[in-house]
T-cell receptor, first 111, second 113 residues
Framework: RKEVEQDPGPFNVPEGATVAFNCTYSNSASQSFFWYRQDCRKEPKLLMSVYSSGNEDGRFTAQLNRASQYISLLIRDSKLSDSATYLC????????????FGSGTKLNVKP | DAGITQSPRHKVTETGTPVTLRCHQTENHRYMYWYRQDPGHGLRLIHYSYGVKDTDKGEVSDGYSVSRSKTEDFLLTLESATSSQTSVYFCAIKRGEGEETQYFGPGTRLLVL
């Protein structure tokens, strides 16, 4: 079983829509969670960390559900520029310095 | 900008040849990582380093070796390249013990014929 799993998509949504992605993780002791954005042929860039209490940054909201072992990313009022692949990352314990990434969810925002 | 560069950015090589990829950082970070990214598999950790001469294996380390003789450079070597090692290779750094975020270099596209 993979450490981290994501629906590869693509999610095709119109501008202005709200879209949500989930990412499941297998290690219940995992401590740190992240969402990265990756544009085509570019490196991943940190979008936001995911805290136990949730995290909001403008149109983006990240949530952690420990009971069901998943994290979510909600994007409100989608923009064309949000089109990208979104990767989730987990840093499980006790491998404190190792990170596991999902394979990414592709988002296409259409005019 | 985390001050990470990778070289070369693109490389084509033949099966059986040795290949070395370089990751260079300018900010003296302790932790450095090598990942490969393939369709359907996402980013997979090859090796990482937690200090000069201190390295450990990741989930896909077979066929790869690494060296870190100074803080700023982390080298990834494919001793005898195979077509299955055709991939995009990303280097990453982690800024410190209390900082969990990883920052990535621009990547190296490697094609093994």
């Amino acid at each position: 079983r993979k450490e981290v799993e994501q629906d590869p998509g693509p999610f095709n949504v119109p501008e202005g829509a709200t879209v949500a992605f989930n990412c499941t993780y297998s290690n219940s002791a995992s401590q740190s969670f992240f969402w990265y954005r990756q544009d085509c042929r570019k490196e991943p860039k940190l979008l936001m960390s995911v805290y136990s209490s949730g995290n909001e940054d403008g149109r983006f909201t990240a949530q952690l559900n420990r009971a069901s072992q998943y994290i979510s990313l909600l994007i409100r009022d989608s923009k064309l520029s949000d089109s990208a692949t979104y990767l989730c990352a987990v840093n499980p314990v006790p491998s404190f310095n190792k990170f596991y990434f999902g394979s990414g969810t592709k988002l296409n925002v259409k005019p | 900008d985390a001050g990470i560069t990778q070289s070369p950015r693109h490389k084509v090589t033949e099966t059986g040849t040795p290949v070395t990829l370089r990751c260079h950082q300018t900010e003296n970070h302790r932790y450095m990582y090598w990942y490969r990214q393939d369709p359907g598999h996402g980013l997979r950790l090859i090796h990482y380093s937690y200090g000069v001469k201190d390295t450990d294996k990741g989930e896909v380390s077979d066929g790869y070796s690494v060296s870190r003789s100074k803080t700023e450079d982390f080298l990834l070597t494919l001793e005898s390249a195979t077509s299955s090692q055709t991939s995009v290779y990303f280097c990453a750094i982690k800024r410190g013990e209390g900082e969990e975020t990883q920052y990535f270099g621009p990547g190296t596209r490697l094609l093994v014929l």
